[in-house]
C-alpha cells in the first residue's frame, strides 16, 4: 500500500531535548516535505526536498533541521525544542513537485513543555 | 504567492450534491489548482487538480473558469464520510523560486454533511 509513515503519531518533551520526527515513504517519490499545522494559521511548509541530498528552507524553517541521505526518508531535526514547536507536523511527498498529488502523513503531535 | 479565497462553512445534505468555490483572481499562468481535504485527525488527502480544462475523477469533479479566476469543486453525492475541511491550493510550476512546489493552504472551507 502506498504511503508516507511518520513516527511518533504523539511526542511530549521537554524545552532543548533535541528530538527527531521520521518520515518515510514507499512510493519512490522525488519530492518530499514537512508542514505544521497551527490554529488559526493552518499548514505552512518548514522544508523540503526536490531529492537526495537537495533540501531547502520553506516558509518556517526556523528551528528545524532536515536530511535526505536516501529517497525514501525525510527526517525532522528539532536540535533545541521550544515551546513554540509545539505543533501538529505533517510530512508529505510526491512524485514531482508540481504537477502530481501530495501524500501526507498521519501526523505528529508534539508537545514542549 | 497567489492567493484563494473560500467560503468558511458551507452544508449539505447526505445524497445530495455539493459545489464548493474557489476564487484565485490573482493566478498566474503557472499555477495549478488544487484541491485537498483534510478528515479529522488526519493528514490532507488530494481530491483533484486542474490547469486548464474540467477534470473528473473517483472522487469529484472540478470545474475550472476559461478565465481561470475561480473554480469550482464538485462532490457528485455527499456522504457523511465526506465531512471535512477542503482546501483550494495553487501550486506553482515556475521554475525555482521559493514557492516552487510549495502548496500554501488557506483556512479551507469546512463542510459539513447532514444525514
Known amino acids: 500500500e502506498a504511503q508516507v509513515t511518520q513516527n511518533p503519531r504523539y511526542l511530549i518533551t521537554v524545552t532543548g531535548k533535541k528530538l527527531t520526527v521520521t518520515c518515510s515513504q514507499n512510493?519512490?517519490?522525488?519530492?518530499m516535505s514537512w508542514y505544521r499545522q497551527d490554529p488559526g494559521l493552518g499548514l505552512r511548509q518548514i522544508y523540503y526536498?526536490?531529492?537526495?541530498?537537495?533540501?531547502d528552507k520553506g516558509d518556517v524553517p526556523e528551528g528545524y533541521k532536515v536530511s535526505r541521505k536516501e529517497k525514501r526518508n525525510f527526517p525532522l531535526i528539532l536540535e533545541s525544542p521550544s515551546p513554540n514547536q509545539t505543533s501538529l507536523y505533517f510530512c508529505?511527498?510526491?512524485?514531482?513537485?508540481?504537477?502530481?498529488?501530495?501524500?501526507f502523513g498521519q501526523g505528529t503531535r508534539l508537545t514542549v513543555v | 504567492d497567489a492567493k484563494t479565497t473560500q467560503p468558511n462553512s458551507m452544508e449539505s445534505n447526505e445524497e445530495e450534491p455539493v459545489h464548493l468555490p474557489c476564487n484565485h483572481s490573482?493566478?498566474?499562468?503557472?499555477?495549478?489548482i488544487h484541491w485537498y481535504r483534510q478528515l479529522p485527525s488526519q493528514g490532507p488527502e488530494y481530491v483533484i487538480h486542474?490547469?486548464?480544462s474540467n477534470v473528473n475523477n473517483r472522487m469529484a469533479s472540478l470545474a475550472i473558469a476559461e478565465d481561470r479566476k475561480s473554480s469550482t469543486l464538485i462532490l457528485h453525492r455527499a456522504t457523511l464520510r465526506d465531512a471535512a475541511v477542503y482546501y483550494c491550493?495553487?501550486?506553482?510550476?515556475?521554475?525555482?523560486?521559493?514557492?516552487?512546489?510549495?502548496?500554501?493552504f488557506g483556512q479551507g472551507t469546512i463542510l459539513t454533511v447532514h444525514p
Open positions: 512510493m519512490n517519490h522525488e519530492y
Open positions: 490573482t493566478i498566474s499562468g503557472t499555477d495549478y
Open positions: 486542474g490547469l486548464t
Open positions: 508529505a511527498s510526491s512524485l514531482g513537485a508540481t504537477r502530481s498529488e501530495a501524500f
Open positions: 491550493i495553487l501550486r506553482d510550476i515556475g521554475a525555482g523560486g521559493t514557492s516552487y512546489g510549495k502548496l500554501t
Open positions: 526536498s526536490m531529492n537526495v541530498e537537495v533540501t
